[in-house]
Nanobody, 121 residues
Framework: QVQLVESGGGLVQAGGSLTVSCAASGTIFGINDMGWYRQAPGKQRDLVAAVTNNHTTRYAESVTDRFTISRDNAKNMVYLQITRLKPEDTAVYYC???????????????WGQGTQVTVSS
């Protein structure tokens, strides 16, 4: 089985910075894309950023100048650094990973349980 566990969320003042982390563990033969979605109260879950296993990144248009995604392939971890936080960044942040679960490299998508980021004005 594979688990994704996020950490690093919390309450931050507007203008501050925060890094959320996500660790994948379990029976993992490889990981393709890893990334982050966020879901604000009453809104749908939207992609924020993603990174391939060769570190190619993509971002939602609204966050390109403030969010940085990175990953450590050796540790099966993905990070999201958020700068110049705004109240509208308040959301639950979920990580996901496309994980190869066997030696045939069959891939399944896994999700973490989410970490709350709250930005006070």
């Amino acid at each position: 089985q594979v688990q994704l566990v996020e950490s690093g969320g919390g309450l931050v003042q507007a203008g501050g910075s925060l890094t959320v982390s996500c660790a994948a563990s379990g029976t993992i033969f490889g990981i393709n894309d890893m990334g982050w979605y966020r879901q604000a109260p009453g809104k749908q879950r939207d992609l924020v950023a993603a990174v391939t296993n060769n570190h190619t990144t993509r971002y939602a248009e609204s966050v390109t100048d403030r969010f940085t995604i990175s990953r450590d392939n050796a540790k099966n971890m993905v990070y999201l650094q958020i700068t110049r936080l705004k109240p509208e960044d308040t959301a639950v942040y979920y990580c996901y990973a496309d994980v190869a679960i066997d030696s045939d490299y069959r891939y399944l998508e896994y999700w973490g349980q989410g970490t709350q980021v709250t930005v006070s004005s």
